[in-house]
């Protein structure tokens, strides 16, 4: 099992920043690749990041492309997403979620049906 704990979701305006937290426990944090995503009310769970194992490297879709980061340190068994120019939009609450990274090598992580492991989210509004 691994258990994920989101943190840093808040109020922001417009074009400002926040930049989440997920720490994971449970098991070994490095073989596992991670994935951010949300949920707006009344609509579906959408992708926001992903960063792949054992590359590391990143995905975005294009809404958040160039304005977000996912990085993770392995160290502090922690996943980050740095969200920059915030709009209206980007509010919903947001979710880290882990998978077994040998068994996705080349998957670029956009389907949330293939992550075993959820936190409980961390809500983000954007005010205009």
């Known amino acids: 099992q691994v258990q994920l704990v989101e943190s840093g979701g808040g109020l922001v305006q417009a074009g400002g920043s926040l930049r989440l937290s997920c720490v994971a426990s449970g098991r070994t944090f490095s073989n596992y690749a991670m994935g951010w995503f949300r949920q707006a009310p009344g609509k579906e769970r959408e992708f926001v990041a992903s960063i792949s194992w054992p590359a590391g490297s990143t995905y975005y879709p294009d809404s958040v492309k160039g304005r977000f980061t996912i990085s993770r340190d392995n160290a502090k068994n922690t996943v980050y997403l740095q969200m920059n120019s915030l709009k209206p939009e980007d509010t919903a609450v947001y979710y880290c979620?882990?998978?077994?990274?040998?068994?996705?090598?080349?998957?670029?992580?956009?389907?949330?049906?293939?992550?075993?492991?959820w936190g409980q989210g961390t809500q983000v509004t954007v005010s205009s």
């Open positions: 979620a882990a998978r077994y990274g040998p068994k996705y090598i080349g998957d670029t992580g956009g389907d949330p049906k293939t992550y075993e492991y």
